[in-house]
């Protein structure tokens, strides 16, 4: 089973990973395969130059591009789980590609993501709010970027979708529920 993983920055996507690495799903996460490229470049790695550099991908392979990329990756024997797709095109080209596909997305209140990622510190996180906004916005879709980034896009096509508003606890009763329902395809 292949298990994909959608989510407006800040969401709680990280808890939800987790989950299923203890599961025993093994992990890939597609900003490894950009900041891999940006490397190669030599190039800076940040969120902009990640999401620019997936959109080139995009715009020369198809929207599957990434997806096509990162699957040539895994064994899809196993469990494994992706972190996280941000064009409804690889959503569409994962379903067309991979037997047992699931898509989960996860989402919480702008604000509330905005502390979490102040709290978590990533490199790659905007620093203020403002910062925050520009992200986001372009995240959750670029109409001027069919390439681009969309995951509201992906969040509409999901078969799961957790809101992330409460505490740890709360979140994990969603996530059991969905590893109920898919476990019996593992």
């Known amino acids: 089973m292949l298990i994909g993983i959608t989510g407006r920055i800040g969401a709680g996507k990280e808890t ?5 690495r ?6 890939y996460e597609s900003s490894a395969i950009l900041i891999e490229e940006l490397a190669r470049r030599g190039m800076e790695i940040t969120r902009i130059n990640m999401q620019d550099l997936g959109d080139e ?3 020369e392979g198809g929207a599957g591009a990434l997806m096509q990329k990162l699957l040539e990756k895994l064994d899809l024997k196993e469990n494994c789980i992706i972190d996280s797709l941000r064009n409804a095109g690889e959503v569409d080209y ?3 590609n991979v037997k047992d596909f699931i898509l989960i997305a996860v989402d919480a209140d702008q604000k509330l993501r905005f502390k979490r990622i ?3 510190g990533k490199f790659s996180d905007p620093k203020t709010w403002e910062e925050f906004l520009v992200v986001d916005a372009r995240d959750y ?3 001027d970027n069919p390439n681009g980034q969309q995951v509201g896009e992906c969040i509409k096509k999901s078969d799961y ?8 606890q709360e979140s994990m009763k969603e996530i059991i529920k969905i590893w109920e329902a898919v476990k019996s395809k593992c």
């Open 16 to 20: 939800l990973t987790s989950f299923f």
């Open 22 to 27: 203890d599961k025993g799903f093994k992990y």
């Open 57 to 59: 991908w995009r715009k």
């Open 94 to 96: 994962l379903r067309e």
């Open 118 to 120: 102040v709290e978590r």
């Open 141 to 143: 879709f670029d109409p």
């Open 161 to 168: 979708v957790i809101f992330n508003n409460g505490d740890v």
